[in-house]
């Protein structure tokens, strides 16, 4: 690559421009616009989250302390606060949805092949969800409480990377079980939730679209063994049973046997029972994959601590919203960079470094070749699964 160029060109050399294109014609994002573009917006964002900006006043003085560099990192309109603040406030964040998940279908391409430490042939996605804390006099169209307001982002997290498959954004008085009928049903895959996704009307639907699942039972759901499988009860196993529901409305949207499995951590002494239309997975494969779900909860703390989705630089619901599908476009694109280059670093390293190198004119693998093998994130999320560790397991 070019060693006289500036690492932030070097980025968006992965960024899609072409159906970035057409994506702002499709959504007429540029209709009657002089100076300030859709790609000068998307570079003022992305400089603000890799770089930690604050606010916009914020991203407007330090842009202007670099003009002389802004023209080879992509800039063509002249970044000011009041205009930033209006294309936020007016460009349809559809457009940022639609881009980001165009990344995101390349990002899956690239780490299709990775290892989430669970050798299984099928697909598997863990589904859950996360509140956004918003101030209630400032944001009051997102009210969700007496004293606060919030916004609950759903994400359907492809294990194989850690790429998010599928992103919703809903008011956080949506239940996340209503998530179950916006979620792409895939035959094969494997969709591992939580006891909060406990419908079995919407599973049903799910195993009639030929795909799997896996739960957890509620203290209150009552069924009836007809079949028992041996099991190692050494490997924290209790039973495998196949049962029946008991109770006649539930029955009436799960006529079928389901599988129930009941394992016992033996590290923690915790009793998980297992629910899941599986018959032929290994049990104790199943308690694994169950586990594997704490990958979608360190997604949401991962954002949530390194991206600036917490304090926003707009009120209105649709520059929340754009800044939101931004941040994550920028953190796939990231990823990509990552995978295309080979770099060795973690995600986190990467985005620390290209914070205070985004304007230097070096290659990108020059900039991370000091950081030693010692300092990259390689704690295993198993043995310390309060650490924040993606795309090194």
């Not at 970044?79 to 990002?107: K, M």
């Not at 957890?216 to 079949?227: E, M, Q, Y």
Request: proline content about 3%; glycine content about 4%.
């Amino acid at each position: 690559m070019n060693q006289g160029r500036i690492i932030f060109a070097q980025l968006m050399d992965h960024f899609p421009k072409y159906e970035f294109d057409k994506l702002v014609g499709q959504y007429r994002a540029e209709y009657h616009t002089r100076q300030f573009s859709c790609m000068d917006q998307f570079l003022a964002m992305a400089f603000a989250q890799l770089t930690g900006r604050e606010s916009l006043r914020d991203i407007q003085m330090c842009l202007g302390a670099l003009q002389s560099k802004l023209y080879h990192a992509g800039f063509r309109g002249r970044v000011t606060r009041s205009t930033l603040a209006d294309a936020n406030d007016r460009r349809p964040w559809q457009l940022w949805a639609d881009l980001t998940l165009r990344l995101i279908a390349t990002a899956r391409r690239l780490y299709a092949d990775e290892d989430f430490g669970v050798q299984i042939e099928h697909v598997a996605y863990a589904l859950d969800s996360s509140v956004i804390d918003l101030c209630l006099s400032l944001f009051p169209w997102a009210s969700f409480r007496k004293t606060k307001a919030g916004i609950k982002l759903h994400t359907l997290l492809d294990l194989r990377g850690n790429i998010p498959a599928c992103i919703v954004i809903t008011p956080a008085l949506v239940h996340d079980v209503n998530l179950m009928d916006e979620i792409c049903k895939e035959a094969g895959a494997i969709y591992i939730v939580d006891r909060g996704y406990l419908d079995f009307a919407r599973l049903w639907r799910l195993k009639l679209r030929l795909a799997f699942f896996i739960t957890r039972a509620k203290s209150n759901t009552r069924v009836r063994r007809v079949a028992s499988r041996p099991v190692d009860k050494a490997s924290g196993l209790i039973c495998d049973q196949d049962v029946v529901l008991c109770v006649a409305a539930s029955r009436r949207d799960w006529p079928e046997p389901l599988r129930r499995i009941v394992y016992v951590d033996q590290t923690t002494g915790h009793r998980y029972v297992f629910l899941t239309n599986h018959f032929e997975l290994p049990a104790l494969t199943v308690a694994r994959l169950y586990k594997c779900r704490w990958q979608v909860e360190l997604f949401f703390k991962w954002i949530k601590q390194h991206l600036r989705i917490k304090s926003f630089f707009g009120t209105g619901d649709n520059a929340v919203r754009t800044q939101i599908w931004i941040a994550i476009g920028v953190y796939v694109l990231v990823a990509i960079l990552r995978k295309r280059l080979n770099l060795q670093p973690s995600l986190y390293s990467i985005l620390q470094v290209l914070g205070l190198t985004l304007f230097e004119k070096m290659p990108i693998k020059a900039a991370l070749s000091t950081i030693r093998e010692e300092d990259f994130d390689s704690i295993n999320i198993y043995d310390a699964p309060k650490q924040l560790d993606l795309f090194d397991l």
